[in-house]
Nanobody
Framework: QVRLVESGGGLVQAGGSLRLSCTVS????????MGWFRQAPGKEREFVAG????????QYSESVKGRFTISRDNTKNTVYLQMNSLTPEDTAVYYC??????????????????WGQGTQVTVSS
């Protein structure tokens, strides 16, 4: 059974930084595409960043490109989301998710198989 546990959320002032972590147990992490999504109150869940099972394969939403960086440590079965220059518009619950092994990277929530419980990120102005 695949289980994802996120951590690293919290309250930060605008312009600050946070690093989210997502540790995966079960499955074959090294072959698994990973994604970060977020959902703000009253809004749909949206793609933030993704990492294919090839380390060089990454994608970002336009709203975070240049500010957020996704990375993965296959020795720790963990994917990270480094978030810099945060704004109040980044306030949301952040979720990590996995596709099935060897699938291509995707940006739609429906394409992801397993999800974490989410971690709250709040950016104050």
């Amino acid at each position: 059974q695949v289980r994802l546990v996120e951590s690293g959320g919290g309250l930060v002032q605008a312009g600050g930084s946070l690093r989210l972590s997502c540790t995966v147990s079960g499955g074959t992490f090294t072959l698994t595409p990973m994604g970060w999504f977020r959902q703000a109150p009253g809004k749909e869940r949206e793609f933030v960043a993704g990492s294919g099972w090839r380390n060089s394969d990454t994608q970002y939403s336009e709203s975070v490109k240049g500010r957020f960086t996704i990375s993965r440590d296959n020795t720790k079965n963990t994917v990270y989301l480094q978030m810099n220059s945060l704004t109040p518009e980044d306030t949301a619950v952040y979720y990590c998710a996995t596709r099935l092994p060897l699938q291509p990277l995707d940006i739609t929530p429906q394409a992801f198989e397993h999800w974490g419980q989410g971690t709250q990120v709040t950016v104050s102005s």
